[in-house]
Structures are given as structure tokens and as C-alpha cells.
């Protein structure tokens, strides 16, 4: 009997199981995978990433290529898992820079680095390390797009996170020279030197020593920064060919031929020493032999200089066809490096002053600069240049007043000096 009332009370429980509490469970299963379904939580977006440019062949004949590649693989494989992989963000950023530099493809590798840095900066839960190296990346980008004030900012902000971090008062200082705070960025840049002498450090000891025309200073930071790179690297070779060029600058062209040499032996095919080298032939008046090396560096990488070069060169071997050709494609180069957020006013100018004398537009193009940078000695020096080739006598003199404030040695300015004196008498 026991048996039987049991049985009958199990049934009773199951019966009201399914006839009360299965629609309940049913019913809250339903509810939930359609609250899933509807969910207002977006998927995380995926890391848009610039595509890597193949170099040229003539810059693959190293490992660094292969570090490239491999890097570039790896870190943009990383963030398709993780798109908040921030070491990532930061060996892609590492990677488009060094490819600028190295390929000349600024228009490419610029933007796509700013535009990396911007969607790192967006992200939430930043340690301080990795926020402090996506500001100091973005500054030197910008600085390297001529956006000199909005660098600054950003190094700024960079230098707050971590002021123990020497790098960041070299763009700093960089920053400071760019908009004449002279003052300022030699500070920076005994800061810089005070927390780690290297081979960036004394770079830039090296400028600001030129700057204040102390020329001899000058060669000697610049030879001890040449003596802190390892040989072959691209900052190395950037390095040694600096120092050529003050030779150069300076009138000592056996010592900067050297130099050029020297930053080919160590880093092959490096197309701005071959650059350099043609710039020596052209003193010199050798324009065949400057053509030919100019047209070795052209077929490496598409650099604005060496095209400005040869349209000096054809200009001056009477070569008006050639001449024109050239002309069109740098400013087709000049439009295009306009076109990806680089600043090229002071190029601009330069070229109108130098190679097509038209005056008028390049007192346009450096007014345009001196807007942005009144206070620097380049800029000055280029007005005082176009108001002499004008014969705008007060605004000359206004500007050259301007542009030796620093007590710079450079040939322009002596040469300007110079005339500023027989227009006195």
C-alpha cells in the first residue's frame, strides 16, 4: 500500500512538472537566447593596418628585410587575435618609420603610422609604458610631416608620462629648433645628452652646435655620434652621411667625399650617400658624372631631392626638354607628398627660389611658412634671400637680422652679411 501511495505522488509531481515549471524553463531559454541575439554589445573592431610596400630590390640584400617582414607579419597576425595587443601597435609603428626612412615612401608609411597611433590612443586600459611610446611615436611622425607645433604637444605630453626617458628630449628638442626656441631646445638636448649619450644624443649636439656657429663643435659631436652607431644600420649610415654633409656645407669636399664613401661601404646601395656623392660631382662641375649617380639613387627610391638635382643639372648643360620633364614630376612628387598631410612650404620655396627663379612664388610659399614659424632662422634666412634676389632692401635687412640671431656660420648667411654691408654703403 505504502508502495502504491508513493508511486502516485511521484506521478502527481511529474504531471505538475511539466504541466507549470517546463514552460517556465522553456520560456526563460527562449528569453535568453533572444536577449543574446539582440544584444546591444558590439563585437570588438578589427585593427585596420597599412599595407607593407615591398622595397626595392636593391634595399633587400640584408637581414633587415627579413626582421621586417617577420615583424610585420607577426605583429599584424597578433592583433587579428587581440585586437588590444599593444606591443603590437608599437613594432608596426617602429616598422612603418624605419620604412620611410629607409624606402623614401613617405606618403604611404606616414599617414599609416598616424592612423595606427590614433586607434591605439583610442583604446581603453593603457598602461602608462605603451601610452608614453605611442605619444613620443606620433610626435616624431608629425615632426617628420613638418607639423612642428602639433609635435610638440605631443612630445609634451609624452614628456609628463616619462621624463627619464632621453629619446623624448630629442624630439623635443627637435620640436624647439623647428619653431626657434633655440634656447629651449638646448636645454632639451642636455637633458637628452645627461640621461643617455648616444648616437641620437650627440646628433643633435651636434646640430644645435652648427646652429650657434660653432662649426668645429659641430664636426667633433657629430664624429662621436658616427663612433656610437653600429656600422650598417640605417640611423648609422644617416649618421656618417650628416657629418658629409657639414664637410660639404662648410667647403671641405675631400673630407665629405670620404665620408659619403665610407656610409656606402657600410650600408651598400644607400641612395642618399649616392645622392650626396652627385651633389659633390656638381660642384665640381661634372654633370655627367652626377647624372649617372643620380639616376642610380632615382632608380632606388622615388626622393624629391635628386630630382631637384637633375633639373639643376639639365638647367645648366642646356637641356630644356629634360629640363621640363623633371620639372613636371616634382611638383607631381611635391602635390603628392602635399596630398598625405606633409607640409612642404619651405620646398617649395627653395625650388622656386633656386632652380626656376620665379621670385614671386617663392615669396608666396615662405610667407605661408613664416606664418606657422616665425621665429626660425631657415625660414628667415629664406625670406631674407627672396627679398634680396627683389631688391626689397628694409625687408632684407629685417629678416637678416632674424636669421643671424643664433650667430650661425652658414654660408648663406655670410653671404647675405656680406651683401647687407655693400647695400649700407
Known sequence: MKLLILSSLIATVIKNVFKWVLPIIVATTLIT??????????????????????????????????????????ATAQLREQPEHAESY??????????????????????AALDLVDQFLELPNKDNDTYFQALSIKASVLLSQHDFKQALV????????????????????????????????????????????????????????EIYGDIDGSIEAMKMATKAGYPGYEESAWTRLTLGNIYQTYGKLDEAQNEYQRTLQERVNYP??????????????????????????????????????????????????????????????????????????????????????????????????????????DVNKMLALIYFEQDQKEKFKNHLVLATRTNSKHPDIVRLQTASSYTAM
Open 33 to 74: 537566447y533572444f536577449a543574446a541575439c539582440t544584444s546591444t554589445t558590439t563585437p570588438q573592431q578589427q585593427v585596420e593596418v597599412a599595407k607593407l610596400l615591398d622595397r626595392p630590390a636593391a634595399l633587400q640584400n640584408d637581414l633587415e628585410w627579413d626582421r621586417v617582414q617577420n615583424t610585420y607579419g607577426t
Open 90 to 111: 608599437i613594432k608596426l609603428l617602429e616598422v612603418f618609420i624605419l620604412e620611410a626612412r629607409v624606402t623614401g615612401e613617405h606618403g604611404h608609411y606616414y599617414p
Open 154 to 209: 605631443y612630445a609634451q605630453k609624452a614628456a609628463l608620462i616619462n621624463p627619464y626617458n632621453a629619446q623624448i628630449f630629442g624630439t623635443l628638442a627637435d620640436a624647439y629648433v623647428e619653431l626657434g626656441q633655440y634656447e629651449k631646445a638646448v636645454a632639451a638636448a642636455d637633458k637628452m645628452m645627461s640621461i643617455r649619450p648616444d648616437l641620437r644624443s650627440y646628433a643633435r649636439i651636434s646640430y644645435l652646435r
Open 272 to 377: 642618399f650617400a649616392i645622392g650626396a656623392l652627385a651633389s659633390i660631382e656638381m660642384e665640381n662641375e661634372k654633370y655627367d658624372e652626377a647624372e649617372k649617380l643620380l639616376k642610380e639613387a632615382c632608380a632606388i627610391i622615388p626622393e624629391f631631392s635628386f630630382y631637384v638635382q637633375l633639373a639643376e643639372i639639365y638647367k645648366a648643360t642646356d637641356r630644356p626638354k629634360l629640363y621640363q620633364e623633371t620639372m613636371d614630376e616634382i611638383f607631381v612628387m611635391l602635390q603628392d607628398d602635399v596630398d598625405s598631410g606633409h607640409n612642404m612650404n619651405l620646398e617649395y620655396a627653395d625650388l622656386h627660389l633656386r632652380v626656376t627663379e620665379d621670385y614671386n612664388k617663392a615669396l608666396e610659399y615662405a610667407l605661408l611658412e613664416y606664418e606657422k614659424r616665425p621665429d626660425n632662422i
